[in-house]
Structure formats: structure tokens, C-alpha cells
């Protein structure tokens, strides 16, 4: 029976051992993270935007291949709405891009890019007249003050403080603007298509502006907080943050174009517009971690919060996304209108409150006489400075 008992395997490490070899694994862990999160070297930049350009570059390249595939020549062909048309309005003839093209003389295989001089400085006069603005008003503190606490901020985030706030003191230049016929879905039709000007329309072929952009200046965005440990217990630590976001650079090409109304739909004419995939926008991040000894400038986390930063922009503003605006009705209205007469009959009315103002202020006495208030007292005589307990007469004595 002895023999056929299998043989016992004793333990190769005794407790002390296995402690010992699990904290140097804690330990190494540790080590491990502090190395390469804590003071691990971030890519330099160009290195870094590099590679964003080459990902966001071959998601664009995807969008459009499968957008190419999935189209059918049967989608191109637009079908007519009947409707009833009034016979009062003269109906224009129609318009297509050949036709704009013709009027405007542009030509778009041998027009020469424009350099929007001109419109940089009114882009100027407005940026610079809403930083003004913002000088004088807390709006627009206070708006992102409530965005940064609304909601979406998570329970491990305590209240976030704006410190500082800057919206530069350069103004963005472009330059370089040509007109392009691009397809219902933005793709330009050099690639894959030749521009025919009699059946744009019918194609569903429109017209869109790109321009470069160029921006070299520094707005600043700096915000305190401190990070909650609420487990086990609620507030077991708490680590307070600082950090200071910059934009330093960008440069890119906007696209713009407009996206004719639909009476049938009754949607409004809308401008579309976004940047193309190979744009450049360069960060400048601090970071400041702990209350008594504290970590400035971890390389990780600047290299997060700018990761985040391109990826809420590409969601929103570059290609193939895009941004829609419903533009308003051009058409010259009443109320709309602006002129000297407004003015005048601004001038009049205040005046005429003015003029108001003084009867309130004029009060009549027991004798029938008028007599003056604090705010318009009428002048006195000579006579009247020596009266008794007058203290335009106690003056005129000092002065003497």
C-alpha cells in the first residue's frame, strides 16, 4: 500500500520567499510605470504630426474609396419634382455651374489662386473686436467656466477654476484661395471625374473654395482642479492638478462651399465647411501635479490631452466630417434696415426725455415762483451770496 501511494511534491518556495518575490514584482511594476509614463520621453513633434497626417490621411483615402465603390451611375441621374408652378413669378432661366462660371469669368482649370488680402483685414477688425469685447464682459468666461462643469465632468473630478485665459494677439492669414468643382459628397472631381459645366447640376456637381490657413500665435487656456480618490471611502485622496493648454501654430486648408436649398424639404441654403486631412496644429502643455512636492510638466501627460485634442477636432471639423451653418434669408426686409432717420428719431427721443426731465426737476414753491433742485440749480445773483447760511458765500469768503 505504501508504494502505491503517488509521491508528495513539496513546495520549490516557502512563504518568505514567495513575499519576497512578490513585492519585488511590485516593486518592478512600479519602477516600470514610473520610467515610461511618469518620465518617459514623448515623440518630437514633427515625428508626432507626421504620423497623425499619415492616419488621418489613409482614413481619408478609405472614405473615399468606399464611397466610390458603393456609387452606381443610376444614382447620379436626378429625378424631377412635380409641382405646380406660379404663373405670376417669371421663372429665370436655369441656373447652373457653367452658367455662374460664364457670368463671373472664371475659369476653374486656369484661374490664378487669390490672396485675400482684403478679406484678412475684415477677419482682423472682427477678431480684434471681439476680444474687446470679451475684455469688458465676462460672458464669455463664464460660458466655458459652465461647460467645463457641466454634465459630462466625471465624479472623480472635483470643480474645474479657469486662471488664465488668452486669445492672442496675432490674426490668422489665408491666402492661396482657388474655386474647385467637387461632388455631392465633397470629393474633388479631378481624381476620378472630369468637370463638364452643362450637366453639374444634374450630377449633383457644386462648387467649393479652399484656402490656406495660417495662424502663428499663442492662446492659452489654464484651468486648477484636483483629482478625488473615492474608494474606499469617499475623498481617501485627493491630488490637486494644474494645467495650461496653448495653440502655437496651425496651418491647414479650409474648404467652403454651399449647399443649395430644398423647397420640397423646406431646408435652408447651408455653407459646409471643414479642413482637409493634411492641416498642422501644434500644442504647448504644462502640467503641475501635488500640493507640497509637486511633478511639473509630465511628458505623458501632455501627450495624452494633445492626443485628445486632435481627436475632438478630426470628429468634428476635418475631413470627410464637416460643419453645416444655415444661412439666414438675404432678401432686404423693413426691419432690417439702418439709416440716419433711425438716428434722428434717436436724437429726438432722447431730447425729448431730457427736456422731460428737467420739468420733473423743476418744482414749484408756496409763492409761485420756481424754484431749483440739487440737479439743475439755477445761477445766483450777486446778491444772493451774502446771505446768511449760504455756503457759496462761506466760500466766497474763504477765498478772499
Not at 90 to 96: G, I, W
Not at 163 to 169: I, Q
Request: hydrophobic share 35%.
Amino acid at each position: 500500500m505504501a508504494d502505491s501511494c503517488p509521491a508528495r511534491h513539496e513546495p520549490t518556495l516557502s512563504f518568505t520567499q514567495g513575499l519576497i518575490v512578490g513585492q519585488l514584482s511590485v516593486v518592478l511594476i512600479l519602477a516600470a510605470f514610473i520610467k515610461f509614463f511618469i518620465f518617459g520621453e514623448a515623440p518630437s513633434p514633427d515625428v508626432a504630426a507626421s504620423l497623425r497626417a499619415t492616419e488621418r490621411r489613409s482614413r481619408t483615402l478609405a472614405h473615399k474609396q468606399s464611397l466610390l465603390r458603393l456609387r452606381s451611375p443610376s444614382q447620379r441621374v436626378g429625378q424631377p419634382l412635380n409641382r405646380k408652378k406660379s404663373t405670376v413669378l417669371r421663372s429665370p432661366p436655369t441656373l447652373t455651374i457653367g452658367s455662374i462660371l460664364s457670368k463671373t469669368y472664371y475659369n476653374v482649370d486656369s484661374h490664378q489662386p487669390e490672396s485675400l488680402d482684403w478679406f484678412n483685414v475684415l477677419i482682423a477688425q472682427t477678431i480684434a473686436q471681439f476680444r474687446s469685447d470679451a475684455q469688458h464682459d465676462d460672458a464669455i468666461l463664464n460660458s466655458l467656466t459652465k461647460t467645463l462643469n457641466g454634465d459630462s465632468r466625471p465624479d472623480f473630478v472635483d470643480e474645474i477654476r479657469v486662471t488664465e485665459l488668452s486669445l492672442g494677439e496675432e490674426f490668422p492669414i489665408l491666402s492661396n484661395c482657388r474655386i474647385i468643382p467637387v461632388d455631392e459628397d465633397g470629393i474633388s472631381l479631378g481624381s476620378h471625374a472630369k468637370f463638364d459645366p452643362a450637366t453639374a447640376a444634374r450630377d449633383g456637381t457644386r462648387l467649393q473654395a479652399r484656402m490656406d490657413v495660417d495662424l502663428s500665435d499663442m492662446l492659452t487656456l489654464a484651468v486648477e482642479t484636483k483629482l478625488l480618490l473615492n474608494y474606499p471611502k469617499k475623498l481617501s485622496a485627493v491630488l490637486p492638478v494644474a494645467l495650461s493648454v496653448s495653440v502655437v501654430r496651425f496651418s491647414g486648408t479650409l474648404s467652403i462651399s454651399f449647399i443649395p436649398s430644398n423647397p420640397s424639404q423646406s431646408t435652408p441654403t447651408m455653407m459646409a465647411f471643414n479642413f482637409l486631412d493634411d492641416y498642422r496644429l501644434d500644442f504647448s502643455i504644462r502640467s503641475l501635479l501635488g500640493s507640497r512636492s509637486r511633478l511639473q510638466d509630465v511628458p505623458k501627460i501632455a501627450q495624452l490631452i494633445e492626443s485628445r485634442l486632435h481627436r475632438w477636432f478630426d470628429e468634428r471639423a476635418v475631413e470627410p466630417r464637416f460643419q453645416q451653418i444655415a444661412l439666414p434669408s438675404l432678401w432686404p426686409r423693413k426691419k432690417n434696415t439702418r439709416g440716419p432717420d433711425d438716428a434722428m428719431a434717436d436724437g429726438g427721443a432722447a431730447s425729448s426725455g431730457l427736456s422731460k426731465g428737467k420739468e420733473r426737476d423743476s418744482s414749484v414753491g408756496a409763492d409761485g415762483r420756481e424754484q431749483a433742485t440739487l440737479r439743475h440749480r439755477r445761477p445766483l445773483g450777486d446778491d444772493e451770496y451774502t446771505k446768511e447760511g449760504s455756503l457759496r458765500s462761506l466760500s466766497r469768503d474763504t477765498r478772499i
